[in-house]
């Protein structure tokens, strides 16, 4: 069974720092991983896909990356904004589940 | 936008009732996913389809639930004699068309309260 984690549970940064969040996953057997961003009350917006063949992939200020074999995933974001505060979840994609697992992500503050 | 909508996006309902809930995905999604999510966790699986196949249901899942896709297109998620327990957003995913290379697209949610 897939297990993932995300540290730190809460981060609280200065506007304008670049600042990385963590995710490890149990299982390496995946086919892909997504990071998503979900507001309070909202739905989760897709961030980025990483497809386990690729190791970066980068959207904006934001850079993912993998290392599959380790379980281990990391979110980069450059130059952070207060806008980017939200919660952040990383989701490995298991195809012999054929699902993804979520971890209980990361909250993130900005202040201006 | 994702493409996928899902209705009410809020019901408040008293213990016993019985709700349901729909989610549209866009027709490229032939798998569509069930999530659940508690306040400061992350969304926990349900179930899924492929096209109109119920292929897993989680051990989340009591005999209170049941899931529907007819025709392979809209989803419903019913749940019978609701309990406190269930007060959670229920979160619909689509994903299409190729399975095992596609993003998840997640709808709003319907945010469930239990009085």
């Known amino acids: 069974k897939q297990e993932v984690t995300q540290i730190p549970a809460a981060l609280s940064v200065p506007e304008g720092e670049n600042l990385v969040l963590n995710c490890s996953f149990t299982?390496?057997?995946?086919?892909?991983l997504q990071w998503f961003r979900q507001d309070p009350g909202k739905g989760l917006t897709s961030l980025l896909l990483i497809q386990s063949s690729q190791r970066e992939q980068t959207s904006g200020r934001l850079n993912a990356s993998l290392d599959k074999s380790s379980g281990r995933s990391t979110l980069y974001i450059a130059a952070s904004q207060p806008g980017d505060s939200a919660t952040y979840l990383c989701a490995p994609y298991n195809t012999n589940a054929g699902k993804s697992t979520f971890g209980d992500g990361t909250t993130l503050t900005v202040k201006p | 936008d994702t493409g996928v909508s899902q209705d009410p996006r809020h019901k408040i309902t008293k213990r016993g009732q019985n709700v349901t809930f729909r989610c549209d995905p866009i027709?490229?999604?032939?798998?569509l996913y069930w999530y659940r999510q508690t306040l400061g966790q992350g969304p926990e699986f349900l179930t899924y389809?492929?096209?109109?196949?119920?292929?897993?249901k989680s051990r989340l899942l009591s005999d209170r639930f049941s899931a529907e896709r007819p025709k392979g297109s809209f989803s419903t998620l019913e749940i019978q004699r609701t309990e406190q327990g269930d007060s959670a957003m229920y979160l619909c995913?689509?994903?299409?068309?190729?399975?095992?290379?596609?993003?998840?697209?997640f709808g709003e949610g319907s945010r469930l309260t239990v009085l």
């Open positions: 995913a689509g994903q299409g068309p190729h399975a095992n290379t596609g993003e998840l697209f």
């Open positions: 027709s490229e999604h032939n798998r």
């Open positions: 299982d390496s057997a995946i086919y892909n």
């Open positions: 389809f492929q096209n109109e196949a119920q292929l897993e």
